[in-house]
């Protein structure tokens, strides 16, 4: 599904966010990436949804090569791609429900399918009691779990997840872990970022280790 | 198509309503800088109707010391109106000349009241075809030929003198204009920025979700353009304001001097295109304002 290339990622001369990173994940597959704080976890999930582009290598999502992907196609990339970030980037001026229909409107998708999906995907999240409430209304777990909904409700292809655990107590981390793997069982396939040893002992999956740019493990549980 | 349009549009006004400061400031400019160019406008138009008119009635005067007798007269008036460049000629006699004086002063007619008839002297008013205007000097001089003609009067240095002050009107109201536009499209696209650095975080949301650049752009360049259209028209209904209150009266006064009967306002289109020019200068400061906000790659 992703292929990464002997990828390179400089952002100064001379100082290699990323080094020479060869990576396949297979369709349908989850995989963590872990590592110290600056090993490069993020620099590699940017570089899947193309907001960096890598100083040398190739990288190929679902057989295409996005390297030089123009960056007017970008959008239609990421209509494949679920993004959760540690810190949700929700619109804060947009309730709940038309947060988690955006992705499906700026598909131009028709009005009737948007609602019926949207209430779907916040029912299965058990948010549809919020339907109306604002994002800054809400607490850390449920804005994440908004997020986690806007991702999925395009059942992407792929979703990465940068930290989407990190600012979250054991209880919600609980949820948002099962919303993946509900996700992942659908097909979807996942890569996260995390530094939460518990988390990859209590979830087991293949886990990617990163240090200083540089794979330094790679293992299946 | 007509949903789409709608779905836009509401993101728009949404927009303005969450910054109804900034949206004011931004219609507050477009407002002031039309709104002198408007005045500016109503002048050299004005000027340029009273330049026209005056071109039409340039004429030759020659006054009569003592009128002619009328076979005479006719004899004249048959040779000038041979001359090639002429196209009229008229006598104007003593009565004539003072009735259309009488009009003239109107209510102040009075004035003449207890003067006889014969005050004003009578003359010839020859008229040149509009393609010989050039050649008046060489006319008059022809005319001069005739000893029995006596001053001759003409208008030609005065239009001359006219034209190139409307020369003068036209190319400050252009310079000044052109700055003032640009101006107002430097603070536009500044108020715009200000709103777009308060939603940097949902623009970035929004490029990681799918949309396309002209999806995230669409509202805020409509609502550039509704700002720039608003300014256009209160910079309409300023300067119409203006025009009945002061404009049309300063103006009126230097100008009726000159005999003109009333000072109009813009014609039709030059409001539209007021208002039109408003809306591009709003359509166009958006649009700069986006140029580096929306970001899907770091490139
Ligand atoms: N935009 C940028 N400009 C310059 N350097 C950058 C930029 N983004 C990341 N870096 C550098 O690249 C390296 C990797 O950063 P990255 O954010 O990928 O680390 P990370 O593994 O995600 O760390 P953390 O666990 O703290 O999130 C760091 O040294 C960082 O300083
Ligand atoms: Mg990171």
Known sequence: MIQLFNITKAFQRDQNALSDITLRVAKGEFVYLTGPSGAGKSTLLKLI?????????????????????????IPHLRRNLGIVFQDFKLLNRRTVFENVAF??????????????????????????????????????????????????VVDPLVLLADEPTGNLDPDVTMEIMEMFKGANARGTTIVMATHDRGLIRQFPRRVVSLEAGRIAGDSRP | MIGQGIYFLLRA????????????????????????????????????????????????????????????????????????????????????????????????????????????????????????????????????????????????????????FLLLLRTVGIALGGFLVLAALVIVTNTIKLTLYARQDELEAMTMVGATALFIKLPYLIEGALQGVVGGLVALLTSFVAFRMILRESLGNILLLTGIDTIHFLPFTWQILLVAAGGLVGLLGSLLALRKFVRFCQD
Not at chain 1, 57 to 71: A, E, F, K, S, V
Not at chain 2, 125 to 137: G, S
Request: contains cysteine.
């Open chain 1, 49 to 73: 949804c193309c907001a960096e582009r890598p100083t040398r290598g190739q990288i190929l999502m679902d057989g295409r090569n996005i390297t030089q992907l123009p960056t007017r196609h």
């Open chain 2, 13 to 164: 006004l949404r927009n303005m309503r969450h910054s109804p400061v900034l949206s004011a400031a931004s219609i507050f400019t477009v407002g002031v800088a039309l709104a002198l160019l408007a005045f500016f406008a109503i002048a050299v138009l004005n000027v340029q109707r009273l330049t026209a008119s005056w071109a039409a009635e340039l004429a030759v005067v020659a006054y009569l010391e003592q009128p002619p007798e009328g076979p005479v007269l006719n004899r004249w008036l048959g040779e000038i109106r041979g001359y090639p460049e002429v196209a009229s000629v008229t006598y104007v006699s003593r009565q004539e000349a003072y009735q259309r004086f009488r009009q003239r002063l109107g209510s102040d007619a009075d004035l003449l009241d207890g003067l006889g008839a014969d005050v004003l002297p009578a003359s010839l008013e020859i008229r040149l075809k509009p393609e010989a205007r050039q050649q008046t000097a060489a006319v008059v001089e022809r005319l001069g030929r005739n000893k029995a003609l006596g001053e001759l009067h003409y208008g030609r240095e005065w239009l001359d003198r006219f034209e190139a």
């Open chain 1, 103 to 152: 992705p499906l409107e700026v598909q131009g998708r028709r009005r009737i399918e948007i609602s019926k999906k949207v209430y779907q995907v916040l029912k299965q999240v058990g948010l549809e009691h919020r339907l109306s409430h604002h994002p800054l209304q809400l607490s850390g777990g449920e804005q994440q779990r908004v997020a986690v909904a806007r991702a999925l």
